[in-house]
């Protein structure tokens, strides 16, 4: 249903084959809203429900479920145009260097993290509850992790404190929905069209 209605909106898109990449994002974040929506944010079995719940939808009330798709697609795609931005470049890069200095720093932290699956759940939470229904899992991973850089350079370790990179996170999530323009960059090396040829 989400493929079908990703290219009724946008005929462009294909999402089964060159843009497989944004129907898996699309759905990741129809799943976090589904999650913050009916409330099963920080459940044990959050997977099982979901999917119960999603299974019961399709099963009794197909139409409403349908037309629901309809509408949250409609939104996404406005956000994912105003939210996504791709950029093709071999061109300097340094800024983009300290942003990938700051998450390479941060990632084997946070793969050692206890609670980081929550931690992400609630700053998706911040996202949606402020307006972001795009990129919301990539965009809480990166608040988190560059929380945990600055606490890194600061020599501050991580597991004592997450309590207040969860807040700090949240705090740049409601900051980056009164934002207007791109949040997620896409970088795409000019080789990538050498290789469609």
């Keep these: 249903m989400l493929s079908q209605s990703l290219q009724n909106k946008n005929p462009q898109?294909?999402?089964?084959?060159?843009?497989?990449?944004?129907?898996?994002?699309?759905t990741q974040d129809l799943l976090n809203y589904l999650k913050f929506h009916w409330n099963l944010t920080g459940r044990q079995d959050v997977e099982i429900e979901l999917t119960e719940k999603i299974q019961d939808y399709s099963e009794k009330r197909p139409e409403e479920l349908q037309q629901f798709i309809e509408l949250w697609t409609g939104i996404w795609i406005k956000k994912w145009n105003e939210r996504v931005?791709?950029?093709?470049?071999n061109e300097d890069q340094t800024g983009w260097n300290r942003t990938d200095r700051c998450q390479l720093k941060a990632e084997p932290i946070?793969?050692?993290?206890?609670?980081?699956?929550?931690?992400?759940d609630i700053v998706i939470g911040t996202l949606i509850r402020n307006g972001e229904i795009c990129g919301t899992s990539i965009l809480a991973e990166n608040l988190i992790k560059t929380e945990l850089a600055t606490d890194t350079e600061n020599k501050i370790?991580?597991?004592s404190n997450i309590l207040n990179i969860t807040k700090r996170a949240m705090k740049k999530a409601r900051q980056l929905s009164q934002s207007k323009g791109p949040?997620?960059?896409?970088?795409?090396?000019?080789?990538?069209?050498?290789?469609?040829?």
């Design 13 to 26: 898109l294909n999402p089964d084959t060159t843009d497989k990449k944004i129907l898996q994002i699309a």
């Design 85 to 89: 931005k791709v950029l093709i470049t």
């Design 110 to 120: 946070w793969r050692e993290l206890p609670y980081r699956n929550e931690m992400k």
């Design 157 to 159: 370790y991580a597991n």
């Design 183 to 197: 949040l997620i960059f896409v970088r795409i090396d000019k080789r990538f069209f050498q290789l469609l040829k």
